[in-house]
C-alpha cells in the first residue's frame, strides 16, 4: 500500500521568507511520482511541481522547490520568498507507475503567510 | 479548451436519494479520477479509469459506482446517498506515463 504523511498541519511564514513543508511517503514501488499541489481558499486544485523516482535532479519551478531524498523517503516542498498569496492548503500527492494510475494525497498543510 | 468540468457544482440530496455526478474533460486524456475531500483534509480516491470501458477501485469505493463509457467523460453514481457522503468531489484526469493531474472546479454535495 502506498502512503503519504504530511506532520505539519498548519505552518506560518513571515512574508518574503523561505519555509519547507514535509512530506514522507511509503511505497513499494521502484517507478513513482510525486507532486505537490496547492488549493487556495476558493477550493481549486493547482499543479505546482513534479519529481520522478529516477530523477538525479530535484525539481524546480520559479519559487518552488522540491527537495527530494530518496533514501529517507521524503519529498519536501521549499518556498522561497513568500508571498501572501501563498497562504493556502498544500498537498503533496503520489502516482504509482506500476499501478496504473492509482494516486494517493496527504492530508495537507495549511500555510498562512503574515505580512 | 475547457480542461476538466463537472456538473453540477452544487446539490442537496435527502437520504436515500440517488444522484449522478458528470466529469468531462477535453484534452484526450487516458486517465481519470474521482476524488472526495472531507473538510480540513486530504483528497482520497473513490474510483479511477485508465481507459474507455475500464475501471479501478480506489481506497474508498463503498457506496458509489463509476462508468467510462466514452473516453472524454466519466461518471460517479451515489445508488442510495448517506450523510456520510456529504463531502466536495474532484475529478481530474492526466495522460498516462506520469505528468500532472488536471483538477476540475469539484462538486459540492450535501445529504441531509
Known amino acids: 500500500a502506498q502512503k503519504i504523511t504530511q506532520t505539519q498541519p498548519g505552518m506560518f511564514v513571515q512574508e518574503k521568507e523561505a519555509v519547507t513543508l514535509d512530506c514522507t511517503y511509503d511505497t513499494s514501488d521502484q517507478s513513482y511520482g510525486l507532486f505537490w499541489y496547492k488549493q487556495p481558499s476558493s477550493g481549486e486544485m493547482i499543479f505546482l511541481i513534479y519529481?520522478?523516482?529516477?530523477?538525479?535532479q530535484n525539481a524546480t519551478e520559479g519559487r518552488y522547490s522540491l527537495n527530494f531524498q530518496k533514501a529517507r523517503k521524503s519529498a519536501n516542498l521549499v518556498i522561497s520568498a513568500s508571498q501572501l498569496g501563498d497562504s493556502a492548503m498544500y498537498f503533496c500527492a503520489m502516482g504509482i507507475g506500476t499501478n496504473a494510475g492509482k494516486s494517493t494525497f496527504g492530508d495537507g498543510t495549511t500555510l498562512t503567510v503574515k505580512p | 479548451n475547457a480542461g476538466v468540468t463537472q456538473t453540477p457544482k452544487f446539490r442537496v440530496l435527502k437520504t436515500g436519494q440517488s444522484m449522478t455526478l458528470l466529469c468531462a474533460q477535453d484534452?484526450?486524456?487516458?486517465?481519470m479520477y474521482w476524488y472526495r475531500q472531507d473538510p480540513g483534509m486530504g483528497l482520497r480516491l473513490i474510483h479511477y479509469?485508465?481507459?474507455?470501458?475500464?475501471?479501478a477501485k480506489g481506497e474508498v469505493p463503498d457506496g458509489y459506482n463509476v462508468s467510462r463509457l466514452k473516453k472524454q467523460n466519466f461518471l460517479l453514481g451515489l445508488e442510495s446517498a448517506a450523510p456520510s457522503q456529504t463531502s466536495v468531489y474532484f475529478c481530474?484526469?492526466?495522460?498516462?506515463?506520469?505528468?500532472?493531474?488536471?483538477f476540475g472546479p469539484g462538486t459540492r454535495l450535501t445529504v441531509t
Open positions: 479509469s485508465v481507459g474507455e470501458g475500464t475501471t
Open positions: 481530474a484526469s492526466r495522460r498516462p506515463l506520469g505528468g500532472e493531474q488536471y
Open positions: 484534452m484526450n486524456h487516458e486517465y
Open positions: 519529481q520522478g523516482s529516477y530523477d538525479e
